[in-house]
C-alpha cells in the first residue's frame, strides 16, 4: 500500500511570497502530523490534526503558518510572507492514535 | 524546544560491533520511541516502549528505559553498513505532541 507522500518534493521560493505544502497520510489513519526539521536537528513539532480539527496547533512557531485538513485526510500546511529562517524539511505524518508515525520524505523549502 | 536528548552525537564502528546510543529526557512519559533516519530521506519507526516497560528487543535492537533517570538507551548488536544512519529518540508526555531529540548519527564502516 501506498505510504505517506508529500508534494513538492522542493520548493525554492523567494523572501515574501507564499507557499502550500501537501500531504497525502496512509488512508485510514485519522491523526496527522506536520514536524520542521532542520540541519543537524531532530524533528520539531509544528501541529496535530486527529480528523479534520486541529487539535494542537501550539507548535506553530508565528501566525505565518497555517494548516489545514478540511476532509480528514489531506493537509496543507501553509506558510504567509516567507523568511529566510523558514527554510527547513517539513515533515508529515500520520499514525493510528498515539504509537507509530509514518512520514513521508518531507518537502525540503528554500527561502532565498 | 525539544525534551529529548541523544548522545553521543556522533558515533563510528566497525561492521559487526555493536552500538548504544542514548537519550535523556525531560518529563514524565507514557512511552518512548526509537526512529531511523536515513540520509535524505524519511523517518523509519523502530521500537516502542512503554513507561511501565524496562526493556523491550526486536531483532537485533535492545531498548532499554530507566524512568527514575529519566533516560534510555538503544542497543543495535552485530551491526552493518546498512545501520548507517541518524537515529532519534521521541517522548510522548500524554498530550499530543511527541518530542524528538537532536539525534545520534552513526556510522558503521564495512
Known amino acids: 500500500g501506498a505510504g505517506v507522500s508529500q508534494t513538492p518534493s522542493n520548493k525554492v521560493t523567494e523572501k515574501g511570497k507564499y507557499v502550500e505544502l501537501r500531504c497525502d497520510p496512509i488512508?485510514?489513519?485519522?491523526?496527522l502530523y506536520w514536524y520542521r526539521q532542520s540541519l543537524g536537528q531532530g524533528p520539531e513539532f509544528l501541529i496535530y490534526?486527529?480528523?479534520?480539527?486541529?487539535?494542537?496547533d501550539s507548535g506553530l512557531p508565528n501566525d505565518r503558518f497555517f494548516a489545514v485538513r478540511p476532509e480528514g485526510s489531506v493537509s496543507t500546511l501553509k506558510i504567509q510572507r516567507t523568511e529566510r529562517g523558514d527554510s527547513a524539511v517539513y515533515l508529515c505524518?500520520?499514525?493510528?492514535?498515539?504509537?507509530?508515525?509514518?512520514f513521508g520524505p518531507g518537502t525540503r523549502l528554500t527561502v532565498l | 524546544s525539544q525534551q529529548g536528548e541523544e548522545d553521543p552525537q556522533a558515533l563510528s564502528i566497525q561492521e559487526g560491533e555493536n552500538a548504544t546510543m542514548n537519550c535523556s529526557y525531560k518529563?514524565?512519559?507514557?512511552?518512548l520511541q526509537w526512529y531511523r533516519q536515513n540520509s535524505g530521506r524519511g523517518l523509519v519507526h523502530l521500537i516502542l516502549?512503554?513507561?511501565?516497560?524496562r526493556e523491550k528487543h526486536s531483532g537485533r535492537l535492545r531498548v532499554t528505559l530507566d524512568t527514575s533517570k529519566k533516560s534510555s538507551s538503544l542497543l543495535i548488536t552485530a551491526s552493518r553498513a546498512a545501520d548507517t544512519a541518524s537515529y532519534f529518540c521521541?517522548?510522548?508526555?500524554?498530550?499530543?505532541?511527541?518530542?524528538f531529540g537532536t539525534g545520534t548519527s552513526l556510522t558503521v564502516i564495512p
Open positions: 505524518a500520520s499514525s493510528v492514535g498515539m504509537y507509530e508515525q509514518f
Open positions: 488512508s485510514g489513519h485519522t491523526a
Open positions: 490534526f486527529q480528523g479534520t480539527g486541529a487539535a494542537d
Open positions: 518529563t514524565s512519559i507514557n512511552n
Open positions: 516502549i512503554r513507561s511501565n516497560e
Open positions: 521521541a517522548t510522548d508526555a500524554g498530550g499530543n505532541q511527541f518530542y
